[in-house]
């Protein structure tokens, strides 16, 4: 079964549209998306972009906490390994 991951982009410039618009950075690499969702979506929030659309924003913090999990790290330092469920959960062991 094929799974989506949605990793939280930065927003660095918006345009007014229309349809609204905005520059969005996903560690480096920069896309526009569609803001016809989320047209509130400012310059220094993250967005949740499907199929070339921001469907949510989502808090700093939030978008720190999935950035890291998907670098395989969490926030202070631990692996995140996957857990029965499928989900990342972080582990302090060492290997």
């Keep these: 079964m094929p799974v989506c991951l949605a990793i939280p982009g930065k927003i660095v410039s918006v345009e007014n549209?229309?349809?609204p618009s905005a520059r969005v950075d996903f560690e480096g690499l920069t896309k526009t998306v569609s803001l016809l969702y989320v047209p509130e979506a400012a310059v220094g929030e993250y967005v949740i972009v499907q199929a070339g659309f921001a469907i949510?924003?989502?808090a700093a913090e939030e978008a720190q906490e999935a950035l890291a999990l998907a670098r395989g790290t969490t926030i202070d330092g631990a692996s995140a390994q996957p857990t029965?469920?499928?989900?990342?959960?972080?582990?302090?062991?060492?290997?």
């Design 56 to 58: 949510r924003i989502v």
């Design 17 to 19: 549209g229309p349809p």
């Design 84 to 95: 029965s469920s499928g989900s990342l959960a972080a582990s302090t062991e060492e290997t």
